[in-house]
């Protein structure tokens, strides 16, 4: 699937692991530059074994999606069903597990292409729901992204962190 910007959607699979920690990386540094550390710490991804295996198990889990620009990988979705973190849905849902882009191509709409999927994806399943669930803390930047993109905040939530302070979650929704 070709947008006009030149992205290709495709499904990711078990090979695909290395290029999630790649833009987890990539993503971590940029948070970094910009004083964000809270959202994903200041380390990378490729080096953290908790990582390391979500990755694993995102890209064997059937749920992960690459947006690639010349065969580059330029996005991740996954989705699936919620964390454990969150509150249940009240109806069927599909669950936005992560979302990253290659911030070398911001403003190209790479991650409202992403979402754009999951919609659909959901819809295809006869799903009325999209769910995703976002750090919420700093200057709330990323719970605003996700109302432009169509999402509502609903269930604000605190994930407890050992030697760390805890992490602020905002569950938003978007009906189909």
């Known amino acids: 699937m070709n947008d006009d910007h030149g992205t290709t959607l495709r499904a990711g699979g078990p090979a695909d692991a290395a290029e999630v920690l790649r833009l987890l990386d990539d993503a971590t540094a940029w948070l970094v530059r910009q004083g964000r550390t809270g959202q994903w710490g200041t380390g990378p991804a490729s080096t953290d074994p908790r990582r390391i295996a979500q990755a694993e198990a995102w890209a064997t889990g059937g749920g992960l999606w690459l947006a690639?620009?010349?065969?580059?990988?330029?996005?991740?979705?996954?989705?699936?069903?919620?964390?454990?973190?969150?509150?249940?849905?009240?109806?069927?849902?599909?669950?936005?597990?992560?979302?990253?882009?290659?911030?070398?191509?911001?403003?190209?709409?790479?991650?409202?292409?992403?979402?754009?999927?999951?919609?659909?994806?959901?819809?295809?399943?006869?799903?009325?729901?999209?769910?995703?669930?976002?750090?919420?803390?700093?200057?709330g930047a990323l719970v605003r992204w996700y109302e432009r993109q169509g999402f509502t905040p609903t269930t604000p939530f605190t994930v407890p962190r050992p030697h760390h302070p805890p992490w602020p979650g905002q569950v938003l929704t978007r009906p189909l």
């Not at 936005?96 to 292409?113: E, F, H, P, Q």
């Open 68 to 139: 690639e620009l010349d065969g580059r990988p330029v996005g991740a979705l996954v989705v699936g069903t919620a964390t454990e973190y969150v509150p249940p849905a009240t109806e069927p849902e599909l669950y936005v597990n992560l979302l990253v882009t290659d911030r070398a191509y911001a403003g190209r709409g790479i991650g409202g292409r992403l979402l754009a999927h999951a919609a659909d994806l959901a819809r295809q399943r006869g799903v009325g729901l999209l769910r995703v669930d976002c750090y919420a803390g700093d200057d």
